[in-house]
């Protein structure tokens, strides 16, 4: 290799070296995430995370079945596994019921609560 060559890989070396540190030193940093009003740390962001996906998968089960109604719903997930249900199902009291018992087998789900209301 020329030692022009090999001038260039250590120069590609040593950018990737210090771009790794620096994402490393972001990742342990400790300021955790920023959001407005102040910061939020690694285990409120694991905590969020969860309730986000916690929600998600409530309300793809709710939309997977279409006896429940669900394009009225609105599912707030929280990290302690309760599930929050709001809105108005299209299919009235049968719907709202199926959609309690659908949210209540979904994995991770400890608590459900009834905030829907019928039209």
Same mark, same amino acid.
């Given at each position: 290799?020329?030692?022009?060559?090999?001038?260039?890989?250590?120069?590609?070396?040593?950018a990737?070296?210090?771009?790794?540190?620096?994402?490393l030193?972001?990742?342990?940093?400790g300021?955790?995430?920023?959001?407005?009003?102040?910061s939020?740390?690694?285990?409120?962001?694991?905590?969020? +995370?969860y /309730?986000?996906?916690?929600?998600? *998968?409530v309300? =793809?089960?709710?939309? %997977?079945?279409?006896?429940? $109604?669900?394009?009225?719903?609105?599912?707030?997930?929280?990290s302690?596994?309760?599930?929050?249900?709001?809105? +108005?199902? /299209?299919?009235?009291?049968?719907? *709202?019921?199926? =959609?309690l018992?659908? %949210?209540?087998?979904?994995? $991770?789900v400890?608590?459900?609560?009834?905030?829907m209301?019928m039209?």
């Amino acid at each position: 290799m020329s030692q022009h060559a090999t001038s260039i890989v250590r120069t590609s070396l040593t950018a990737c070296a210090l771009a790794t540190g620096a994402i490393l030193a972001g990742c342990a940093g400790g300021g955790g995430w920023s959001e407005p009003g102040g910061s939020m740390s690694n285990s409120q962001a694991a905590k969020a +995370s969860y /309730a986000q996906n916690l929600e998600q *998968r409530v309300m =793809a089960a709710l939309r %997977a079945d279409p006896r429940v $109604g669900a394009q009225g719903l609105r599912v707030e997930g929280r990290s302690d596994g309760t599930v929050i249900i709001s809105g +108005s199902p /299209a299919n009235g009291t049968a719907g *709202r019921d199926l =959609a309690l018992m659908i %949210a209540r087998n979904v994995g $991770g789900v400890r608590n459900v609560v009834n905030s829907m209301v019928m039209n």
